[in-house]
């Protein structure tokens, strides 16, 4: 996925343990290249042995598309971990893109029905914020990505280090969904997708009006409004967005939802309330959601009924089905409308109706005339750039990296995450590695003795700041500790060293010994005030520890040598010292 | 497209925008693909920026902002990067007191930029040499709210006073006053607005609009400044903060309307055509509500139009930004006989 829309996988080494996060198909390709190559994971080698789990974010195709071809053609049988309301979907997407490629498109190389049964039999079904143990040191936990049901972002764990994956996201709440949410979980990598990273988004309540204001314009002058869909996902927002409207307006004209898919998704909304957004689960005992009082199942016959409706039907990007038909009904008429919700794939007659072309070629060289207006509005679910940016705040991660965008268009946003929060940020290409750096913690244990010493001196300890605190670290075998020098000395069985430099200092004094001790010591006192300046009954003179003592010159009367002396401790007391007298002795000091 | 931020700290962002295909294409169309702006490019200011101008024919931006009055040069568009770099910076001398430069851009004779934060610093300078290429005789030291090149060669400079002052390039000695202020100054503050006349007509022949911080508007013809083309009075709260964000402009494709902001969270459009010189109070064609309803949080206080400005194709559509981070591009129905 890096820096290519569509064919999610990311492959992620943390103390070495190998995690492959999603396993998507691309949709715009008709052959091996929809799937992910994954010669990139390991040449030769087991993918079961080489990688320790798969993690599949949410049941968009271009995250769960190749699944069934990895597992079972390519060959895996570790752990794929989902969560639950991913699981129920997944398998139903996976079939029916299958039937259509398959069955109406005559391809070959593709998954069979059993082969899905077989990869979804080695899923495990995860719950949000449950912290799941993949193996005694890698552990995963989900967290609400909002976007579609049971999308989640999923942070993965070994040690203290620390990934989290965000699939696809939305920090904005819609009809049906809640906002993603993540802790200050301070993650070493923060993987992010950023397909909308460049854009400023529309008010969704300018959108959101303008697509009522077409559709109701339509229905008024007796057309048609089709728009196609998939089953799950933002039919649903759409199908809540019309009923509200329908309601607050009082209109009469019928809308349907194709049949097949609508009890499905109805009933897994329903059995994942949960996964819904506040004010659903709140209104839910009174009334579901789900069940729509103006929006009635729909049968093929309804198509050639006169008059005004709306109807939404799969699949989305019109390529084939029921949305196919009911569009080849309905074109010919320009009263009637059809509102493409979504981003549609080159080749599917979506695409080509959206790119300007009003003359389709069909099945058996049949002409087919649009002259339906064509309508093309988004609502898709994902982050802007200043959605990027809440999450990052949410999580603080040390460093993070982008996949699903243009490189050239990311180099601003690279830059504002890196001004803002001071992280490095990675954009890296299609079978590009990049390696993050991380500061692992080692915890080590210390000695009793050594932390009651350090503890007694300087200032009392604040529980919440880090204290600075000297000792020797003796790593044996798998252990490390932390002690006292003169213990670890002790344990080692090594005998404690002293180091003590002396200096010879020569000055012009022709004085006695004793006099020029005194000169030096009065120069001295006069000079460090904040020192401990001593002089001792021998002549000697001491500076703090530091010592001096003056002694003649053995062939010059002239000359007396100052011997300073001091232990490796002092050592920089000392070099001052030294350096201090050999500048001589002020003349005047008596 | 071009915003920019204008906070205290540094951090402003300049974010070079590509409006939704709707609004560049010249029909009408429904319902479109994208609805959202896209960033172009984007790049990183440490002053805040209050002017931006782009100098026609190349990829250079220029800005000013506080704290002094010089000039900052960004490159645009790179091939292999979307970030806008910052280029050079037009020094000006400082003296005490000076407030930030108004800009004004053009390329008849290579890209030049007008600028001066007062009336006895206004020079024109070439972009890429940076060298001043002329220097504005001095006729007082008033602030500046605004300059405009009227031609390759003349130039109209507005004071805060109101002051219109012409100057010709061409005799950098003469600075010629236009007009006076209508009624006794009373800490009113002004600024101005002008119009491109289709080709070929004389420069001058436009009416240059002004507007005051009390909400009188007058509109002057630049051959005959002794007497006024209209006055009139439009109904807007008297602005809080130093009204420095005054900004009137014509339309470009409807004759004789202009909007105005500054004053509120609104915008005001107006149909100069029906004015006289009474002074009255004038009906605005229209009035864009959109910030003020716009906001999150309630308490915060008011949003503040900063600046606006016409859609240079579509006849009745602006574009408003405010002081809360918004960016609304609008339009707005003509009535029609039934109501």
Partial sequence: AGQDVGRSCILVSIAGKNVMLDCGMHMGYNDDRRFPDFSYITQNGRLTDFLDCVIISHFHLDHCGALPYFSEMVGYDGPIYMTHPTKAICPILLEDYRKITVDKKGETNFFTSQMIKDCMKKVVAVHLHQTVQVDEELEIKAYYAGHVLGAAMFQIRVGCESVVYTGDYNMTPDRHLGAAWIDKCRPDLLISESTYATTIRDSKRCRERDFLKKVHETVERGGKVLIPVFALGRAQELCILLETFWERMNLKAPIYFSTGLTEKANHYYKLFITWTNQKIRKTFVQRNMFEFKHIKAFDRAFADNPGPMVVFATPGMLHAGQSLQIFRKWAGNEKNMVIMPGYCVQGTVGHKILSGQRKLEMEGRQILEVKMQVEYMSFSAHADAKGIMQLIRQAEPRNVLLVHGEAKKMEFLKQKIEQEFHVSCFMPANGETTTILTNPCIPVDISLGLLKRETAIGPVPDAKKPKLMHGTLLMKDNSFRLVSPEQALKELGLAEHQLRFTCRVHIQDPRKEHETGLRVYNHLKGILKDYSVQHLPDGSITVESILIQATAHSEDQGTKVLLVSWTYQDEELGSYLTSLLKKGLPQGTP | ?339
């Fill in chain 2, 1 to 339: 497209v071009c915003v920019a931020g204008y906070g205290q700290s540094d951090g402003n962002e300049i974010l070079q925008l590509i409006p939704p295909p709707r609004l560049l294409t010249e029909e009408t169309q429904g319902l479109c693909p994208e609805r959202d702006f896209k960033v172009e490019c984007g790049g990183f200011s440490e002053r805040p920026v209050y002017s931006l101008r782009y100098v026609p024919d190349t990829s250079l931006l220029v800005t000013s902002g506080p704290p002094d009055s010089s000039l900052q040069v960004w490159q645009v568009s790179a091939e292999d990067s979307d970030v806008i770099k910052p280029v050079s910076t037009i020094a000006t001398e400082n003296g005490t007191g000076q407030s930030w430069a108004k800009i004004a851009t053009i390329s008849a004779r290579a890209p030049w930029v007008l600028h001066g934060s007062r009336l006895d610093r206004v020079q024109i300078t070439e972009v890429e040499s940076r060298k001043n290429v002329y220097t504005a005789a001095s006729r007082g030291s008033e602030e500046l709210s605004g300059l405009a090149f009227l031609d390759c060669n003349t130039l109209l400079l507005c004071c805060a006073t109101g002051r219109l002052c012409l100057a010709d390039i061409r005799q950098p000695q003469s600075l010629v006053e236009a007009t006076s202020v209508p009624l006794a100054p009373c800490s009113e503050r002004w600024c101005m607005g002008t119009r491109h006349g289709p080709q070929g007509l004389e420069p001058s022949s436009q009416p240059v609009a002004r507007l005051s911080s009390r909400g009188l508007l007058t509109l002057t013809d630049l051959r005959k400044t002794s007497e006024f083309l209209a006055l009139a009075r439009a109904r807007v709260p008297s602005p809080g903060s130093g009204a420095e964000f005054l900004c009137i402009s014509w339309a470009p494709a409807l004759e004789g309307y202009l909007a105005i902001s500054g004053f509120d969270g609104t915008v005001h459009v107006y149909d100069t055509q029906s004015w006289d010189s009474s002074g009255r109070e004038a009906e605005p064609i229209f009035v864009h509500k959109g910030h003020v309803f716009g906001g999150a949080g309630g308490s915060r206080d008011p949003p503040l139009v900063t600046v606006h400005m016409w859609h240079l194709q579509k006849p009745r559509t602006l574009l408003s930004a405010a002081s809360d981070g918004s960016l609304h591009v609008w339009d707005w129905v003509q009535p029609c006989g039934k109501c």
